[in-house]
């Protein structure tokens, strides 16, 4: 997807004082890092839930526990980490083995799912956007800036866990802009969901920037100020559209 030029961008750049990002598969590929942390967790419930590992193994149990976790624990669809961790709770509880081993083999699977490799823009365009704008992570996921290391470049973090909510509701995008002392009307959010990252954005009151790596439709009424193919496109748009 080809990045709006400077001629038919809606972004008022002067307005933004601020942008908020999305973290997974906005600053790495998620699924990688996902399917990386379920075989570590699968090797050490080998060594200590054998049965369990054994169930895992077949195609599609996992998800299934996943999907039944979350229709059982409704209060918990904010918080994945939660509903990961009683997923493999019921895989012990299924297979016999003891349920309170839920708890050590989290850690494990959480500490890998830290373990991100970032898009190769990443770097740079955090590097460039947080010298001209405070940052600040917006996400639903459960990763930590700190544990994934940029940290440094944001101002502020908020995840749906700890916030209580998540996006497309409006409060964590309010909490993100209020977190540096702004309306969301001064702040541009950036993100690669539709519906989650750029409708929630404008349903608060922010401007947003629909990151697509990967070329897709448009299907929502509302529409993005800014459309780009990734990180570098941004930081060229601001620049070329602040000048």
Known sequence: MALATPDSLTLDVKRIAAISLDLDDTLWPIWPTIERAERVLHAWLTREAPKTADLLVTPGVLR????????????????????????????????????????????????????????????????????????????????DVQRTGVGRWFRAAFNAREFGSGKPHAPIFRAAAASVGLLPRDVLHVGDDAALDVVGALGAGMQAAWLVREERPWEHDARPQLIVPNLHALCVALETAGA
Do not use: C
């Not at 979350?70 to 493999?88: F, N, Q, T």
């Open 64 to 143: 299934e526990l996943r999907e039944a976790t979350a229709k059982e624990r409704s209060d918990l669809a904010h918080d994945l980490s939660a509903l990961r961790r009683e997923s493999i709770r019921a895989a012990l509880e299924r297979s016999g083995e003891d349920p309170a081993l839920a708890e050590p083999a989290f850690d494990i699977f959480f500490a890998e799912r830290q373990r991100v490799e970032l898009y190769e823009d990443a770097l740079p365009a955090l590097k460039w956007l947080s010298e001209r704008y405070p940052l600040v992570a917006v996400s639903n996921g459960n990763a």
